[in-house]
């Protein structure tokens, strides 16, 4: 096919003429892609055809006189239908495009990173300050002055339609790290442009040792007051680390004070950048804010992606933040209203950090999803609403696909490393009994009413108490004789019942203590996970008895795999239909947890509603007056209690008195449903 333009028809154009531009097109496009060695990433599996069609998305968005790469192709397509988040992204932001020459970089391309990174310098050498701009037009200018084109409608009644971006002109302290991450690997390979490289690089550094300590606007660009965002803290010391390694690597003196001010950001992220209570790292200093853009911190190499801290952080972003396994990036105030949808570059970094933590399935199952989202062409949007199963802001977006590269080549990595060394089982074990005979159901139960008569505080347990007493030993000694216990002798739902939740609240508290928890059950990596025992032949740990047998293997918060694979010989002791208000009764030992609940067979009913308004009266806060339910949590995560806020405004009317439940059930649609945080640190810990 020939596409003519203009008034007068052009001078024809012969066919074999137009057959030899088509094989050099194509020829073009294939020598490119063999750079990258694409063809040679067998491992990438079903992921494989994305990658290579993402490569082609970020090198069609690329401008090659100056280098530069737009962010997306066009403006103003909206966040959310009908509303006011609509920005005009054909522009180079300085963050976007040094982060996707990085992923094209890491599978073989480097005239990019060198050209953009030449015109970096160029820029930032000219200019009368060390200081770059967020973003440039794609001819390298810097005026960008937004204004609005008020006789457009917007897609789909979307206005304003913007041209321009005031962001240009917020302080963003992070760009620099991304710009030295590039710059790094550049100089890794071709040392020869060190030189004419280097004293843009080193003016980028002595900028971030100079001004890491003022507040910023961040990644996110929120059109509000600047904030000491963690995010921007996190790059200064990734500018100042890449720019000593380079130094190092090049034999040349690093800059005044570089090592000082990088440690000091590091001392003061790890201090004020985390939350004790959510167990997680934040939005900005001294709060309790989650945000997506935490999971760069492993990506970047401040953190491993296999501390304590960052596992904590990707369990809690994934609870409080997640969507059928897409993350949003963040739920805070940002000034404008309505909603953006869940960030799909945030959705990517979280496949990469499952990858590299040993979530291979997960991450592979989240990426599928990702790949249905692109459809067969894998051109991706900014966002993606779950709900309407629709792509959301401009497209295609360079920071979608530039994320999508680096999570499939790292789950293709961590596929092989998983290969090449066995992965030993990380439940851990109570110690074998010594003379007593196997456990029985009722032993549990009265073992679990002694901890809670003479170790609880409140009806939470007391761990110091439970240590000092030797309770651990004989914990450890009923868990440890289930090793002869059948599990198929239990009759009925409610003795399932009792017994399952009663050795699910034991096993947490034997963990709590084996492993010696000073301060949160997030101290050890997935301890929900680790705390368990044997009961037959067959492993069961805390979060299995939780979610696969007493839930009737459904999800934990935020997954997407059950505990058990079909198959498992445990699903057989899967509850169905489950109760809803055993999540009450399932002490986990946080701050936040129901307190301790001992069950039997004969008052299982009575005790797991008591259970439900107990906990309800302590963590919640019903507002009649105000029209609004602050519930703990739990009812966030789950979807147990009802799936929308008016099932869980007349689940929770239920347990209330008869005049506040006669109000909410006459009126459920017009409460205001908020969940109150989940404080994660232990309710009363071992003294040292």
């Known amino acids: 096919m020939r596409l003519h333009f203009g008034a007068s028809e052009p001078d024809p154009l012969a066919e074999g003429r137009a ?28 992921h494989r055809v994305p990658v290579i069609r993402s490569l082609l998305v970020l090198k069609l968005l690329c401008f090659e006189p100056q280098g530069t790469m737009a962010a997306a192709a066009t403006t103003s397509l909206p966040e959310e239908i009908g509303g006011v988040r609509n920005w005009d992204y054909r522009y180079s932001w300085v963050r976007d495009t040094a982060m996707a020459l990085t992923a094209l970089f890491e599978v073989g391309h480097f005239e990019e990173v060198q050209s953009y990174l030449g015109w ?38 979307s206005a304003p339609v913007r041209i321009g971006n005031q962001a240009a002109e917020q302080k963003q302290f992070s760009i620099y790290g991304h710009v030295l991450i590039a710059a790094h690997l550049a100089l890794s390979r071709d040392r020869d442009s060190a030189p004419r490289m280097w004293q843009g ?7 971030a040792r100079d001004h890491w300590r003022e507040a910023d606007w961040s990644i996110w660009e929120i059109r509000g007051e600047p904030r000491h965002y963690v995010h921007s803290k996190v790059m200064c010391w990734v500018t100042l680390d890449r720019g000593l390694r380079i130094s190092r690597h090049l034999g040349l003196p690093p800059g005044e004070g570089w090592d000082e001010a990088r440690d000091g950001i590091a ?23 989650l945000d997506g853009s935490a999971l760069l911190m492993s990506i970047s190499d401040f953190i491993p992606f296999d501390d304590p801290r960052m596992i904590a952080t990707v369990e809690a972003l994934r609870m409080d933040l997640g969507e059928e396994g897409f993350l949003y990036r963040y739920r805070a105030d940002d000034g404008l209203p309505g909603r953006d949808g869940t960030f799909l570059a945030c959705t990517l970094w979280l496949i990469t950090n499952l990858a590299k933590q040993g979530e291979i399935e997960e991450a592979d199952l989240l990426l599928g999803r990702v790949n249905q989202v692109g459809g067969h062409l894998h051109l991706l949007a900014e966002e993606y609403d779950p709900t309407w199963q629709e792509q959301l802001g401009n497209f295609p ?18 596929r092989a490393d998983e290969r090449r060394r066995p992965q030993p089982s990380e439940l851990l074990l109570p110690d074998a009994p ?27 347990p007391d761990f110091g108490g439970l240590a000092a007493s030797g309770m ?76 696969g047998i007493l839930r009737g293997n459904r999800p934990a918060p935020g997954w997407l795999l059950p505990p058990f694979p079909p198959g498992d010989p445990r699903l057989r002791h899967s509850i169905r239909p489950s109760d809803p208000r055993v999540l009450f009764a399932a002490c986990t030992g946080t701050v936040s947890s129901p307190p301790v609940t001992v069950l039997t067979p004969a008052t299982l009913d009575a005790a797991l509603s008591h259970a439900l308004r107990h906990y309800l009266a302590r963590q919640a806060r019903l507002d009649l007056a105000g029209r609004k339910l602050t519930l703990p949590r739990i009812f966030k995560w789950f979807d147990d209690p009802g799936r929308s806020a008016h099932d869980v405004a007349v689940f929770v009317a239920g347990y209330t008195d008869a005049a506040t439940a006669r109000e909410i059930r006459e009126h459920p649609e017009s409460f205001e449903l908020e969940y109150a945080e989940y404080d994660w640190r232990l309710q009363a810990p071992p003294r040292a």
Not at 435 to 459: F, K, N, Q, S, Y
Not at 510 to 538: D, M, N, Q, T
Request: proline share 3%.
């Open 397 to 414: 977006q360079a920071f979608s696909h530039e994320a999508y590269i680096v999570a499939a080549t790292s789950l293709a990595n961590a």
């Open 201 to 207: 690089l080193s003016l980028m550094c002595d900028f």
């Open 472 to 547: 651990r030993e004989k914990i450890a000694g009923a868990l440890a004789s289930l090793t002869s216990f059948d599990p198929e002798t239990l009759a009925g739902i409610p003795e399932r019942t009792s017994f399952w939740c009663n050795l699910h609240t034991l096993v947490v508290i034997h963990g709590v203590l084996a492993l010696g928890l000073r301060v949160s059950v997030k101290e050890v990596p997935r301890f929900y996970r680790r705390a368990g025992c044997r009961i037959g032949v067959e492993e069961f740990s805390a979060e299995a008895i939780l979610h």
């Open 267 to 289: 001392g003061e992220v790890h201090s004020r950048g985390w939350s004790a209570t959510r167990q997680a790292f934040t939005m900005w200093y001294d709060s309790d804010t």
């Open 434 to 460: 010594h003379g007593p005979a196997a456990a029985t159901p009722e032993d549990l139960a009265a073992l679990l009413a002694e901890v809670a008569r003479d170790h609880a505080r409140e009806g939470y």
């Open 19 to 46: 057959e030899h531009l088509l094989v050099e097109t194509l020829s073009f496009w294939r020598d490119w892609l063999h750079k990258s060695g694409t063809g040679f990433f067998n491992e990438l599996g079903p």
């Open 120 to 157: 970096l310098e160029e820029v930032i050498l000219k200019s009368s300050r060390n200081e770059l701009q967020v973003m440039y037009r794609m001819d390298g200018s810097g005026t960008l002055d937004e204004y609005e084109l008020p006789h457009l409608q917007g897609y789909r009644g």
